[in-house]
């Protein structure tokens, strides 16, 4: 009985002992992408993505406040420059203007008689028959007429500019993008009533990261592709370089588009092609992005060393990293070529491993 139960019990380990190793080996043998290592060529090509914009765009708005009793356009309106977009309600501002006509009026009156007055004394005091007191008190008249009337002149150009200013009036021809207010409503001065944008020549706002932007200079050419227009490929060239940045390590580029293409709009997404001379080309090795992982001891692939025809083992390899390119990252130095590393599972994979290539 004993020797029977002995039998079983070793029995059983053996079946467990060769379960857990098939079961390790199942684990163990796992597929995984892979890349092997060759000399790569940089590019001396870079593609950033931006936005196209009109290369002028302004709100406006109405120099004083009051109800909006007229507008003329509606987004999408192409306008000359002149022309008059909204108005307001005119009728205060018009009775601030007949104020200030009839006093300025009244000033001239004034003035005619203040200078007749003065020229009488002046004749008078010429003649020794009026005192010095009464001669410069005609002449104090007279300028002090003078001088209001002017006063009262500029009250009525002050008057007639805010009439004026109760039209809006497109500053420059353009087309109407936006339309902020309704006509009824109470228009603030400065409130914006609608916005215009030039016609022509469009402008493409890129963001460049810092490891990039020392290489472009203004007026360097670029390609320009346009995500509603595609197959089309236009003419661009750097016309501003950012000097600080627009939000952690990027900093804003912007591209003025040489084509012209009544299609395009303010708006759209736009892909702009950078290329350098040729001394900006190397050769090198280039992995993918998703292949370099950072612990802390730095940055490392997963190096797939050969156990089989079709097996390999995983250890880590720690790299010296340079710029990222669109293919990838290079490395300066810690891979070789011929080498294979994995593209994927750096979270999953650990040294040891054997996986299946």
Do not use: W
């Not at 007191?133 to 002050?158: G, N, T, W």
């Not at 025809?309 to 720690?318: E, L, P």
């Amino acid at each position: 009985m004993i020797r029977t139960l002995t039998l079983i019990i070793t029995i059983a380990l053996i079946a467990a002992s060769c379960g857990n190793k098939e079961e390790q080996t199942k684990k163990a043998i796992r597929p995984v992408n892979y890349i092997t290592i060759t000399e790569s060529t940089i590019s001396n090509s870079f593609t950033f993505s931006g936005t196209t914009q009109s290369h002028k765009e302004v709100n406006l708005s109405f120099k004083v406040s009051g109800i909006i009793n007229k507008r003329h356009v509606k987004i999408g309106d192409k306008v000359s420059k002149g022309q008059t977009l909204a108005e307001i309600s005119p009728e205060d501002f018009l009775v601030e203007l007949r104020q200030a006509e009839a006093n300025k009026k009244s000033m001239e009156v004034q003035l005619v008689n203040a200078r007749s007055n003065y020229y009488r004394v002046e004749k008078l005091f010429e003649n020794n028959s009026l005192s010095l007191s009464d001669f410069q008190s005609a002449k104090a008249s007279f300028e002090s007429a003078e001088a209001q009337l002017a006063a009262a002149d500029q009250k009525v150009i002050a008057a007639q500019n805010q009439v004026s200013y109760t039209k809006l009036k497109a500053p420059f021809s353009g087309i109407i993008t936006n339309i902020a207010m309704e006509e009824d409503e109470l228009a603030s001065a400065g409130s914006t009533i609608a916005t215009i944008s030039a016609i022509g020549q469009i402008e493409i706002l890129v963001g460049i990261p810092e490891s990039f932007i020392y290489k472009l200079k203004k007026g360097m050419l670029t390609q320009v592709n346009l995500s509603p227009l595609p197959g089309k490929i236009f003419k661009g060239e750097i016309f501003e370089v950012g000097y600080s940045t627009i939000g952690g390590s990027t900093y804003p580029l912007t591209i003025r588009m040489l084509d012209e293409d009544e299609a395009i709009r303010p708006g759209m997404p736009a892909y702009v092609k950078f290329k350098l001379d040729n001394t900006d080309i190397s050769n090198n090795i280039i992995v993918p992005a998703t292949a370099v992982g950072e612990d802390n001891k730095g940055r490392f692939v997963l190096i797939l060393t050969p156990e089989s025809d079709n097996t390999a083992s995983v250890s880590k390899g720690y790299v010296n990293i340079g710029r990222l390119t669109p293919d990838g990252f290079e490395i300066k130095s810690g891979l070789k070529i011929g080498q294979k590393i994995s593209t994927a599972g750096l979270n999953t994979l650990l040294e040891g491993d054997i996986v299946k290539l």
